[in-house]
């Protein structure tokens, strides 16, 4: 069964934000509604916006940067890529205002398994893709992550799934969206910056799951998170259908016993239909989470349990997640996307477990995103390595990165590593590498597979590759 999805926007619409969300939909409005009918526009013009306003200029789309022309008419919709906060200036007072993943939503005709929470959501969904993939049904990938395309801008083949990475930004603006599976991987803290307190951020990952007096058909939820449990059992109460993973002797999914090394983990799970025994590429606790969780919307969505274990144990790991970085050295590296407390948490975790010397970690926050939680970040990885190099991230304009280094140091000198500051980036990786001995585990967190420019209008900088050039140097 699909759920009943309303038209999209009437005309005019205007898109607010030229990132690759906005361009998307740009692109799909103007491909139904006609280039004309479609207004779009972002306030920061810069070079990566100049190549979007272009491209849609070029399909007839009207198009501005920096202020909106007065003469344009008052839009009977706007559709808002994730960066702009609901409430923003940008956005016309008393026009009706729905995202790009309420948009996506309107125009898929397919069913859905959208996935959110605060650590772990798009593993799950690059994870839940392999699996129907391998078990026999289309899907793609799609959200708002690098590792799959716009929700707009997604295309499947009919009876397949539409599996999409779904935050908080884009769940911020009320709407209508109701997936036919929807899960939730945990609540953390994170965002505080964007939506203020937990008490404001969980009930914006609530709407995936509860629109008014609407409830999701199906709902997979992580028993061990307390606030999943609560919604677990609301949902139930309003007659959806809930499935539960985790290491809660209560939940569907639970997770008996795990194992692991650096590129492979092995996993028993008592199911509702017996025993299964799991093999994944993805090593840690954090992953076997995430896996189970994935195997459980799979199941969902009416695949069979060990059609579902097969196609498991050959899926790909994830980009940027937990991804080794090996040319022969005679210790571990590994690229991470963990980019909060929890996360780090996780992920220092697993390479403690793995270290046979010291574990040694490179850290870095991205300028404009969420200051309140640094200081945990820079504590837990000064609590969980040995030594922490603090470096910077992505800059942004109006925080230096000076201020984002003490930030992170705030926390790390209340731990016991040893601290190294290098605001280069590049440079910060080469120290690491130079200071790694035979056995250590070395990690480099918060980019994972981004392979965006450090400084607006420079060249792409992936932490990979220059992991790769820094061990590659000091062997030379």
């Given at each position: 069964?699909?759920?009943?999805?309303?038209?999209?926007?009437?005309?005019?619409?205007?898109?607010?934000?030229?990132?690759?969300?906005?361009?998307?939909?740009?692109?799909?409005?103007?491909?139904?509604?006609?280039p004309d009918a479609v207004y779009a526009s972002d306030d920061h013009d810069g070079p990566e916006t100049?190549?979007?306003?272009?491209?849609?200029?070029?399909?007839?789309?009207?198009?501005?940067?920096?202020?909106?022309?007065?003469?344009?008419?008052?839009p009977a919709a706007v559709v808002k890529s994730p960066g702009i906060p609901a409430g923003a200036a940008?956005?016309?007072?008393?026009?009706?205002?729905?995202?790009?993943?309420?948009?996506?939503?309107?125009?898929?005709?397919?069913?859905?398994?959208?996935?959110?929470?605060?650590?772990?959501?798009?593993?799950?969904?690059?994870?839940?893709?392999?699996?129907?993939?391998?078990?026999?049904?289309?899907?793609?990938?799609?959200?708002?992550?690098?590792?799959?395309?716009?929700?707009?801008?997604?295309?499947?083949?009919?009876?397949?799934?539409?599996?999409?990475?779904?935050?908080?930004?884009?769940?911020?603006?009320?709407?209508?969206?109701?997936?036919?599976?929807?899960?939730?991987?945990?609540?953390?803290?994170?965002?505080?910056?964007?939506?203020?307190?937990?008490?404001?951020?969980?009930?914006?990952?609530?709407?995936?799951?509860?629109?008014?007096?609407?409830?999701?058909?199906?709902?997979?939820?992580?028993?061990?998170?307390?606030?999943?449990?609560?919604?677990?059992?609301?949902?139930?109460?309003?007659?959806?259908?809930?499935?539960?993973?985790?290491?809660?002797?209560?939940?569907?999914?639970?997770?008996?016993?795990?194992?692991?090394?650096?590129?492979?983990?092995?996993?028993?799970?008592?199911?509702?239909?017996?025993?299964?025994?799991?093999?994944?590429?993805?090593?840690?606790?954090?992953?076997?989470?995430?896996?189970?969780?994935?195997?459980?919307?799979?199941?969902?969505?009416?695949?069979?349990?060990?059609?579902?274990?097969?196609?498991?144990?050959?899926?790909?790991?994830?980009?940027?997640?937990?991804?080794?970085?090996?040319?022969?050295?005679?210790?571990?590296?590994?690229?991470?996307f963990a980019h909060n407390p929890d996360g780090y948490t996780a992920v220092l975790t697993a390479a403690?477990?793995?270290?046979?010397?010291?574990?040694?970690?490179?850290?870095?926050?991205?300028?404009?995103?969420?200051?309140?939680?640094?200081?945990?970040?820079?504590?837990?990885?000064?609590?969980?390595?040995?030594?922490?190099?603090?470096?910077?991230?992505?800059?942004?304009?109006?925080?230096?990165?000076?201020?984002?280094?003490?930030?992170?140091?705030?926390?790390?000198?209340?731990?016991?590593?040893?601290?190294?500051?290098?605001?280069?980036?590049?440079?910060?990786?080469?120290?690491?590498?130079?200071?790694?001995?035979?056995?250590?585990?070395?990690?480099?967190?918060?980019?994972?597979?981004?392979?965006?420019?450090?400084?607006?209008?420079?060249?792409?900088?992936?932490?990979?590759?220059?992991?790769?050039?820094?061990?590659?140097?000091?062997?030379?």
């Amino acid at each position: 069964m699909i759920v009943e999805r309303p038209p999209i926007p009437p005309e005019p619409v205007l898109v607010v934000g030229l990132g690759r969300a906005g361009d998307a939909a740009a692109r799909a409005l103007a491909e139904r509604l006609g280039p004309d009918a479609v207004y779009a526009s972002d306030d920061h013009d810069g070079p990566e916006t100049r190549v979007v306003a272009a491209g849609l200029a070029d399909l007839g789309v009207h198009v501005a940067l920096g202020r909106r022309p007065p003469g344009w008419p008052r839009p009977a919709a706007v559709v808002k890529s994730p960066g702009i906060p609901a409430g923003a200036a940008c956005l016309p007072a008393g026009v009706a205002t729905i995202d790009e993943l309420e948009l996506g939503w309107r125009l898929s005709g397919e069913r859905v398994a959208a996935i959110t929470g605060t650590n772990g959501k798009g593993t799950t969904a690059w994870l839940l893709g392999q699996l129907l993939e391998g078990s026999g049904t289309p899907a793609v990938v799609c959200g708002n992550f690098e590792l799959g395309v716009p929700f707009s801008a997604a295309s499947v083949v009919p009876g397949g799934v539409f599996v999409v990475e779904s935050s908080s930004y884009q769940l911020e603006t009320p709407g209508t969206m109701l997936p036919e599976v929807a899960l939730l991987t945990n609540l953390g803290e994170d965002h505080r910056d964007r939506h203020g307190t937990r008490e404001t951020y969980a009930p914006i990952k609530r709407r995936l799951f509860v629109r008014g007096d609407r409830v999701v058909p199906a709902a997979v939820l992580c028993a061990d998170d307390d606030f999943a449990r609560e919604l677990a059992g609301e949902l139930r109460e309003r007659g959806a259908r809930v499935t539960t993973y985790g290491r809660a002797v209560d939940a569907d999914y639970r997770i008996r016993a795990l194992r692991y090394d650096l590129t492979s983990a092995e996993l028993t799970v008592a199911a509702p239909g017996g025993e299964l025994r799991l093999r994944t590429r993805l090593p840690g606790d954090h992953n076997a989470l995430n896996a189970v969780g994935a195997l459980a919307a799979a199941t969902a969505l009416g695949v069979e349990p060990a059609a579902a274990a097969e196609a498991l144990a050959d899926a790909a790991p994830v980009p940027g997640r937990f991804e080794p970085v090996d040319i022969g050295q005679p210790f571990t590296a590994v690229v991470d996307f963990a980019h909060n407390p929890d996360g780090y948490t996780a992920v220092l975790t697993a390479a403690r477990r793995l270290a046979r010397g010291h574990v040694r970690v490179l850290i870095g926050v991205r300028g404009g995103m969420d200051p309140f939680k640094r200081p945990a970040m820079g504590e837990v990885a000064a609590t969980l390595a040995d030594q922490v190099f603090v470096t910077s991230g992505e800059d942004h304009v109006g925080e230096s990165r000076e201020r984002r280094i003490e930030q992170l140091l705030e926390g790390a000198m209340r731990g016991d590593a040893e601290l190294v500051v290098e605001p280069e980036r590049d440079r910060a990786i080469e120290r690491l590498v130079a200071a790694a001995e035979p056995g250590d585990v070395l990690l480099v967190l918060g980019r994972g597979a981004q392979a965006s420019p450090l400084v607006e209008g420079e060249r792409p900088f992936d932490d990979r590759d220059a992991l790769r050039a820094a061990i590659r140097q000091s062997r030379e």
